[in-house]
C-alpha cells in the first residue's frame, strides 16, 4: 500500500497515450478548490468505455482536450472536503457524485459547482444509495438515458437493445422495461440468466439474430437501441422498424440519430439516482478493485465481457 504525506495524494496518471500499461498510480500535490469550485474526496470511481478509448492515442485525447500528462475515469462518488468562494448548495461532507473527464480515479478531485456536463459536475448523492453505486451513473446513465429518448419507448413496444448487458445496457433495459416496453437483449449464452435477472428476454448475438428475434416477436419489434456496434441496427431495419426508432452509442450510421450523453435532459442523473434509492432501479457492480490494481481494473472492463460495473475503490 502506498503511503502519502500530509499535502500529497494519489491519481492515476498518463505519461503516454496508449493501453491499460501505460496506467500508473502517482504521489501528486493534493488539488485546492478555487472561487465557485468544489473538491471532493472521492471513495469510488466507476469505469467506462470511454475512459480508455480516449486516452488510447494523441488524436483522440485531443479531441476532448486531453494532454499529458493527464489523469483517467470520469466518473465519481465522494464527500465534500472543501468548498470555494461564491459556491452555493454544497456544504462540507456532502456526499456527492458525478463526473470529472478523465480525471476521476484519484483521491480529490476539483470540480466546477455550476457546471452541469458530464465532464465536470457534482450532484448530491440521495439517501439509500451507496458511493460505489453512485460512482457507476453519470456515463452510463446519461447515455441510457438519452439512447432512450431517442427511441422514446412505452407501453405496447417492444425493443431490441444490443449488448443489454454492459454498463449502458444495465441502465437501459431497466429504463425501458419501467416505462412499460418489453425489451429483448442480445447477449452471449452466458449472459441469458442475467439479462433475464435485469428484466429483459435474451437472444444470441452473432449470425442468425434477425431470426432470432422474429422466432421470440413474431408480431414484430418497434424500436432498437445498439450498444455495442452496428448488428442491432441491421437486424431491426430488415425487421421493418423504422430509422426514426432506432439508435447507436457507439458508432454511426447514415439515417440514424446517435444517442450521447451529453445530451441527456436536464435532471436524467438526478431522476436515475433518485431511481436507485427508490429501489426501482439497481446497477450490478461487477468487480470492485483498490486504485494499486488500476491495470487489471481497466483490462477486465476493456474485456467488454463483465456484467455490469467495474468500480476502482479509494
Known sequence: MQTRS??????????????????????????????????????????NPMDWVITADADTAGRFGLRLPVGFGTDYAGLVDQVGAGVSGFALGDRVFGGALSRAVADYVVIDASSATAADEAHHTPEGVDDRTAATLTIAGRTASA???????????????????????????????????????????????????????????????????????????????????????????????????ITTIATQIDGITPANGANAAPGALEELADLVAGGRLRVPIAANFPIEQIRAAVELQAGRRVKGKVVVDL
Open 147 to 245: 439512447a432512450l429518448a431517442v427511441v422514446d419507448p412505452g407501453p405496447g413496444d417492444t425493443v431490441l437493445i444490443g449488448g443489454a448487458g454492459g454498463g449502458v445496457g444495465v441502465f437501459a433495459v431497466q429504463l425501458a422495461r419501467l416505462a412499460g416496453a418489453r425489451v429483448i437483449g442480445t447477449g452471449s449464452a452466458a449472459s441469458a440468466d442475467y439479462l433475464r435477472d435485469l428484466g429483459a428476454e435474451p437472444v444470441a448475438y452473432g449470425d442468425g439474430l434477425e431470426e432470432r428475434v422474429r422466432d421470440l416477436a413474431p408480431d414484430g419489434i418497434t424500436a432498437a437501441i445498439d450498444l455495442f456496434g452496428t448488428e442491432t441496427v441491421h437486424a431491426a431495419r430488415a425487421l421493418g422498424v423504422a430509422d426514426a426508432r
Open 6 to 47: 500530509e499535502n500529497r495524494s494519489r491519481a492515476v496518471q498518463l505519461d503516454s497515450f496508449g493501453g491499460s500499461d501505460v496506467l500508473n498510480v502517482r504521489e501528486v500535490p493534493i488539488p485546492e478548490a478555487g472561487p465557485g469550485q468544489l473538491r471532493v474526496r472521492v471513495s469510488a470511481a466507476g469505469l
